[in-house]
Structures are given as C-alpha cells and as structure tokens.
C-alpha cells in the first residue's frame, strides 16, 4: 500500500508555543490531505481537509486560527498548533487519499504525532 | 444519532476463536467501506476495502457488507494474540477525496 509519514513521532512543548507537524505522502501524489485528532481510547476525529494550492477546509467547532494549514505541494501538508495549550494535548494523525483511475481511492494514514504540552 | 455506530468494546477471546466485528450506519449515500486496524499509539492500517454491497476475503480476513440492512461486517477467523487491536470501521460516499466517517473503533483482544 501507499505510504504516509509523519514528522515528528512525538513532541513535548510548553504552554504558549508552537508546534508544526507535517505529513507526508512518500510514494504518490495528494492533492488532499485529512488531519484528525484522537483523544485515548476514542475514535478520529477529523479536524480539517488540507486541500493544495488552496484554503484549508475546517470541520465545524475547529479553529482555523489555532490549526493553521498549509498544503505546500503535492507530497507535504503541515499542521501548526498555535499558542498550544495543555488541552490540546493529544494524537494527531494526518492520512491521504490515492488518486487517478481507480475507482477505490483508498485513504492512507500517517503513523500519528503525540502532542504533549505541559 | 451518530452517522456510523459501533460497539467499543472491549471484545475478549481466546487464541483461535472466530472474531465478529459489526458497524451499522444511517447514510445510505455510503458506497465504500473500510475496515482499518489501530495498534495502541500507531496510526490506522487499512485491512479491507468493499465497494458497495457483497463479501470480500483476504487471508483470515472476511468483510462483508449489506447496503439493504445498512450493515457491515469484518470476520476474522483462526484470532491470534498479535490481532489484539482495535478495528475501526469506516465509510465514505463516491468522490475521489470524500472524507472518510469512523465508528468508533472495537477494541479487541485475543488471549493466549
């Protein structure tokens, strides 16, 4: 199948910093990109569509000005958690979809970043 | 009502037992299903993909879906301790980028 990585694995920051993390699709090309966000022992969330080469697309309750988007190119999508804060302690986990002719698109998941902010 | 329903769990059985994992849905618009397997602190690993309604089988693997009865299944047979998981069903409608809806995930665990 497909690959996606994500970069960092994990990060401890402190309250009031920024984060970014960025996803990867190693072997395709991905025009969109899912993040979503998993609390322990709940299911994803899906926080935003990255979409490149335009605006980001917000699920609704999530703030655009904290989780700030970019969709640099077809391989790399980044997710910068502003002014985290300990509440946005979490597992976030980006996937992509393949694309072209194949009518199954399977969506493909990056291995997760854990956010830890004291 | 949530859009996808499924039972958290946890689901415990012995080495060897056949498994049955189900997820119903409420959107009949869904057309393609997936049933994706997440290790504790690992991000989700696809196991099966149906297209609309029908079986498929890969290994000791079966997912089956029922578009009539909004209905699917994963059965996954000769359980061994390493599928200790949780499985995570999943469903999109037609679209090359259509967002994916999750259950919530059945934690699973096979014991020796």
């Known amino acids: 199948g497909a690959v996606v990585s994500q970069h960092p694995s994990w990060v401890i920051c402190k309250s009031g910093t920024s984060v970014k993390i960025e996803c990867r699709s190693l072997?395709?090309?991905?025009?969109?990109m899912f993040w979503y966000r998993q609390f322990p022992k709940q299911s994803l969330m899906l926080m935003a569509t990255?979409?490149?080469?335009?605006?980001?697309?917000?699920e609704q309750g999530v703030e655009k000005d904290k989780f700030l988007i970019n969709h640099a190119s077809l391989t790399l999508s980044t997710l910068t958690v502003t002014s985290a804060h300990p509440e946005d302690s979490s597992f976030y986990i980006c996937?992509?979809?393949?694309?072209?002719?194949?009518?199954?698109?399977?969506?493909?998941f990056g291995p997760g970043t854990r956010l830890t902010v004291l | 009502q949530k859009e996808v329903e499924q039972d958290p769990g946890p689901l415990s059985v012995p080495e060897g037992a056949i498994v049955s994992l189900n997820c119903t849905y409420s959107?009949?618009?869904?057309?393609?299903f997936m049933w994706y397997r997440q290790y504790s602190r690992k991000g989700p690993e696809l196991l099966m993909y149906?297209?609309?309604?029908g079986n498929k089988e890969d290994g000791r693997f079966t997912a089956q879906v029922d578009k009539s009865s909004k209905y699917i299944s994963l059965f996954i047979r000769d359980s061994q301790p390493s599928d200790s998981a949780t499985y995570l069903c999943?469903?999109?409608?037609?679209?090359?980028?259509?967002?994916?809806?999750f259950g919530t995930g059945t934690r699973l665990q096979v014991t020796l």
């Open positions: 996937s992509a979809p393949t694309t072209g002719t194949s009518a199954q698109n399977e969506q493909f």
């Open positions: 072997d395709f090309q991905a025009t969109t």
């Open positions: 990255s979409n490149e080469g335009s605006k980001a697309t917000y």
């Open positions: 959107n009949s618009a869904f057309q393609y």
């Open positions: 149906t297209y609309s309604s």
């Open positions: 999943a469903m999109k409608v037609t679209g090359t980028a259509s967002k994916l809806t």
